[in-house]
Each structure stands twice: as C-alpha cells, then as structure tokens.
C-alpha cells in the first residue's frame, strides 16, 4: 500500500481572535493540553508579568518563572527550574524572545509548548525553531512546534505598533524567500517542497494584498495567521527555507555588521526582499512590495533606518556569507561592489523617494 498522505506537525489549538487570552484555561483543559492544571509558565518582567495579575486566578494550578532575556543560558536555567514539577505543558506568555526561551526549555524537558504571543514582530511564535543569544552571537535550535498557539487580538493592540510592522516586514518577505527558493531548485536541483512554498507564499500574499492597517483587526487577524502559517510551513520543509533567503541574509548582514545599529528583524527583513525582488529583474513586484511596506511605515531604502547607500553596498556584499550554502539571487547574480552600487541607484530610481 502507497503512502498517500503525510502526516504535518501543527498545532492542535490555533485561537486568534479578541479575547482569547480570558479563555486560555478552558482552552488548555478543554483540549486535554492541561486536565490537572499544572503548568510552567515563562514570562518577561514586561507585558508578560502584567498580564500575570490578570490571568493568574484562572490559572491557579500554574507557576509562574520570570526569565531574564533570550540567551541560551536563560532557556537552560528555565528549563532547569520547571524539570522535576510534575507540569502538563510550558506556557510561553510574552514575545519572542519569552516564547523561544519556553521552546527550548520544554524541548529540554520533554514537554509540549503553548506559545502565547504578546505581539507579533516576527514568524517564530509557531516555527520549529528557537533563536537564541550564546557566546558566539545567536543560534539557532531544533525544537518541537507548539502544541498550541493563542493570539489575543486585545493584547496584540496594546503592544507597541512598530513590532506589528516588523511582522508585517517579515511575512511579506515570504514572496521573495520563496523565490529564491524556486530559483535554487531551477538552477542547482534543490528538493523544494511544493506545500511549504504554497503555504508561505499566500501567507505573504494575504498580509501583501489586505487593504487595511495595523489598527484593525480584521488585517490583524490576517497578519497573525500568516505568521503562523509560516512557521508550519517551515516545519513541513524542515528547515527555514519557505521563509528566508536572501532577504534574511541581508538581515543577518546587518545584524553582524552593525549590531548595536541594526533595527528591527522584520524591518531589515522587508527591505532586503523589495531589493532582492528588484534585483531578480521582478521590478514591478519590487515596485508593488515598496509600495505597501510604505503604507505600513515600513523602511524600503536604507538611510531610513539609519544607514548610508555605501554600507548598504557592504551589507548586500557580506550577506551571503551569513548562510553558507543556502543558494539565493544573491549567490546566483555574486555581484562585486561597483555592480551593487549600479543596481540599488536603479532600485532607488524605480521605486521613487
């Protein structure tokens, strides 16, 4: 008998809507996550230890670990904190950083992860990947997806705006990501899974296309289900590749280059795209991404966010060599300074000031 299907790792609870975090509780239970209550809960000293005081009567069965930062020393000690407490699940209240260091941890200790995101800067809340700071910059660590994933739209409008732009940022970054994928599997034969790119390529295509704002809900909604889309896009591929080519390279440039100048990961993310888009010879989508990250107050040239065309030259050269062997239009054009300097003077042209 052939294999006709395949199993995908997702999880079992996806609750994205306004005021979904007054009902975590009977969610967890109600979907036999959590029947005797115990759980572990992560949270930051910021918007996750206020929403503590509000959540915590619904929850009396839970314990609450602050946690310090995103370093792989944070998930270590977090993960030796909660090993040996007889818990269900560990619950990660907060924003990336909070969420990667509950993945880690429960990954360390066997236990299923519910990501409960406070904002939504970047597609991590559901990958199967947790970034973490060490001694040799940032890793990046294999763990399990959530089990569960809740979005309360309430809180995600609290949050400040710039990390709902940087989500933006990075799920529109999907159409170039997955390009760049396309282009390795038509050039060198890279095995590219036709379900991962479909997934992570309407997830950018929604956020792209969605005539409304940050202040709505209903383009909240979208954004927040494209994130999540993507993360299990990457865990149906295995790897990052539905969601980052190159521009999380030039991110990543960035990031190394000028780590204490660097913006946001999702800012960095939607230029590199609009640029790596101009540079695959797709003008008029390049012209169209510019457009829309403008609308959101999003950066599409460099000295936006601080940086001078010169260095921007430099990061485009470097960003290659921030993912050895992953093949993008910037490996398959390997273009030299003078040439880069030629190209982003046309980019700035195309898509105007």
């Known amino acids: ?30 979907e036999r996550i959590s029947q005797s209550g115990r759980l572990a809960i992560a949270v930051s000293g910021g918007s996750g230890a206020r929403l503590r005081e509000r959540i915590a009567p619904s929850l009396p069965g ?35 950083k909070i969420i990667d260091c509950a993945k880690f941890a429960a990954a360390r200790v066997g236990l299923p992860l519910v990501a409960v995101a406070t904002n939504l800067a970047h597609d991590g809340l559901c990958s199967p990947v947790a970034t973490l700071d060490n001694d040799a910059g940032r890793g990046s660590y294999g763990v399990p997806n959530p089990i569960a994933v809740v979005i309360d739209l309430n809180v995600i409008r609290e949050a400040p705006v710039r990390f709902v732009r940087s989500g933006i940022g990075d799920a529109i970054s999907n159409i170039s990501a997955v390009a760049d994928w396309e282009l390795a599997h ?24 969605h005539p409304g704002g940050v202040g709505d809900d209903g383009f909240l909604q979208v954004l927040a289900e494209a994130l999540v889309l993507t993360g ?57 991404m510019a457009e ?23 990061v485009v050269e470097f960003a290659p060599e921030t993912r050895p062997g992953r093949f993008t239009i910037l490996e398959h054009l390997d273009l030299k300074t003078e040439q880069i300097k030629d190209v982003y003077a046309d980019y700035v042209k195309a898509i105007g000031s």
């Not at 050039?187 to 296309?209: H, S």
């Not at 829309?292 to 430099?314: A, K, Q, S």
Request: one cysteine or more; glycine letters at 14%; aromatic letters at 4%.
């Open 1 to 30: 008998m052939p294999v006709l299907t395949r199993l995908i790792p997702s999880p079992v609870v996806v609750d994205i809507r306004p005021g979904a975090l007054d009902d975590l509780g009977c969610v967890l239970a109600d």
């Open 62 to 96: 839970a314990d609450w670990y602050q946690v310090g930062g995103g370093t792989i020393d944070d998930a270590v000690r977090l993960a030796s904190g909660i090993k040996g407490g007889h818990y269900d699940a560990v619950v990660g209240l907060g924003g990336g």
């Open 186 to 209: 038509s050039v060198n034969g890279e095995k590219i899974d036709g379900l991962a790119a479909a997934m992570a390529r309407q997830a950018g295509e929604a956020v792209l296309r």
């Open 232 to 288: 299990i896009a990457m865990s149906v591929s295995g790897d990052s590749r539905p969601s980052s080519g190159a521009c999380h390279e030039i991110n990543h440039a960035f990031d190394l280059l000028h780590p204490k100048r660097a913006a946001a990961h999702g800012e960095q993310c939607g230029l590199g795209a609009a640029f790596a888009m101009y540079l695959r010879g797709a003008h008029e989508e390049s012209a169209a």
């Open 292 to 314: 829309v990250l403008r609308r959101h107050g999003l950066p599409v040239l460099p000295e936006e966010i601080g940086f001078t065309p010169d260095e921007f030259v430099r």
